[in-house]
């Protein structure tokens, strides 16, 4: 009973949340969203990266560790994507990055918070510093077929990557008004972002649903299956490997989206745009099983 508790204490407040961002969505369709992309992008995501990072305890080896471990994860789902793309004709290249790009920040982050405390925020924030990292890189290249250097200059989450790796490899201590301040930042960007993500549901249209179904089983329901297979190749236990199955689990990252409506045809927005909603909606069912698992076999 407890642990059945427990799970809901876990995605309840994110699942409500999303419901916010839903319904105010469907009041107001014009609803303008740019001040939450906009401060994500350039104050929120640097300010989460940096508190879960280099303030709750995460060691630099753990960091390094589970780095490499999702980047393994990353390897399997573009073998799957790669596959699922082909059978479905659709661009391999394109449209892959739905399919390894998981919502491991908007989702993702604050359910492990729920889900592990301070140190389960640890890990998965190193986890999503790979898929923040690989947005502004894989994601453009895939999404443009080109390599674009300037985007990550220019990107914030970049450079709180290279800060907060620098504090926990020299183990620097970390002043207490930038402890506060990133904290206060991180959850009221956890709160935001998870209302946006309600929002982009009212807009995002499902052009294709049987193939966005079929694309999306790839995601939420292939993807922890991948996870838990290299937490037993790999070895993994404790909360470490809780946060990893989760942060497999999460459904395709709005930011897909963002990207490839920027450096991709119409069409294969459409695609991906398909295949987000529709994963989303899928993992509100796949999610807290896949919660529940963890909180059950690896705390």
């Not at 969505?25 to 990072?53: E, H, M, Q």
Request: positive net charge.
């Amino acid at each position: 009973m407890d642990l059945y508790l427990k799970l809901v204490e876990v995605v309840f407040p994110v699942f409500f949340v999303v419901g916010i961002g839903y319904y105010l969505g469907r009041k107001n369709p014009k609803l303008d969203t740019t001040f939450i992309t906009n401060f994500g992008a350039n104050i929120g995501s640097p300010a989460i990266i940096f508190y879960s990072v280099a303030t709750t305890g995460l060691t630099f080896d753990l960091f390094k560790s589970y780095f490499i471990y999702y980047f393994l994860a990353i390897l399997c789902f573009s073998i799957i994507g790669v596959f699922f793309l082909f059978a479905l004709k659709k661009d391999i290249i394109m449209e892959l990055p739905p399919f390894i790009l998981p919502n491991t920040g908007n989702m993702g982050l604050p359910i492990c918070l729920f889900a592990y405390g301070s140190q389960g925020l640890g890990v998965a924030g190193a986890i999503s510093s790979i898929i923040i990292l690989f947005h502004f890189t894989l994601g453009v290249f895939l999404a443009s077929k080109k390599f674009n250097l300037s985007v990550i200059v220019k990107s914030p989450p970049f450079y709180a990557i290279l800060i907060s790796v620098v504090f926990i490899y020299f183990n620097l201590p970390v002043p207490n008004f930038v402890i506060n301040t990133t904290e206060l930042l991180t959850y009221a960007t956890i709160f935001l972002i998870l209302m946006s993500l309600g929002i982009a549901l009212t807009r995002l249209k499902v052009f294709s649903f049987n193939h966005a179904l079929i694309s999306s089983f790839a995601r939420v329901l292939i993807g922890p299956i991948i996870g838990f297979y290299l937490i037993k190749y790999l070895n993994l236990s404790g909360y470490a490997a809780g946060v990893f199955l989760i942060q497999c689990a999460m459904p395709s990252a709005v930011l897909n989206y963002l990207v490839g409506s920027i450096y991709s045809p119409k069409k294969i927005v459409d695609n991906i745009a398909s295949m987000i909603v529709v994963s989303t909606i899928m993992s509100f069912i796949t999610v807290p099983i896949v919660v529940y698992l963890a909180l059950k076999y690896f705390s």
